[in-house]
């Protein structure tokens, strides 16, 4: 009984104040996007991924920066979030460059996944891979970190991210 109540005085006042509506949309489209990198956030990755992952022409690729937790150590949280920034800046770059409708969310922290087309998978992940490459940080006291980004392709979320977990150890290994 409520329910109707507040549904109809919503369109009432979505019919009198029809800017209203422009605003909620535009709050609704606002909490979909991360807020340091410009990308979709975890929210919109969470709300894609079913229907991504159903449909066989879609890929899903993660992304990680190995050593990021180091980085922020080493050189600040300033340096740390310009990383991601750049880092999303080269993803958003890279599907521009294929003209993929690829989509591009911020899991969180370093990760972050995209959204292609499976015949774009892996031109896609090796572009941001080389776009991006690695990078050597000084720090104080000769402290050094070496930061990288590694991609993983999946049909599924869930097979990316355990391929990207075992790229990563095997990274570390390494160095």
């Not at 109707?4 to 369109?11: D, P």
């Not at 890929?59 to 300033?78: E, P, T, Y």
């Not at 896609?124 to 050094?144: I, K, M, P, Q, T």
């Amino acid at each position: 009984m409520f329910e109707s109540f507040y549904a109809s005085r919503q369109f009432v006042s979505e019919f009198i104040f029809p800017e209203a509506l422009e605003r909620r949309a535009q709050l609704e489209r606002a909490l979909d996007v991360d807020s340091l990198t410009g990308v979709a956030n975890v929210r919109a990755l969470e709300r894609a991924l079913p229907s991504a992952e159903a449909d066989e022409s879609v890929a899903v690729i993660a992304f990680d920066c190995n050593n990021f937790g180091l980085l922020n150590k080493v050189r600040g949280h300033q340096i740390g979030d310009a990383m991601l920034q750049e880092l999303a800046s080269a993803l958003r770059t890279v599907a521009l460059a294929y003209g993929a409708p690829c989509r591009v969310f911020r899991r969180g922290g370093d990760e972050f996944v995209m959204l292609v087309p499976v015949e774009l998978a892996e031109v896609v992940r090796g572009a941001v891979e080389s776009l991006y490459g690695e990078y050597d940080f000084d720090g104080e006291n000769n402290s050094h970190v070496r930061v990288s980004v590694t991609g993983t392709i999946g049909s599924t979320f869930a097979e990316a991210d355990a391929l990207l977990q075992s790229r990563k150890r095997a990274h570390k290994q390494v160095h």
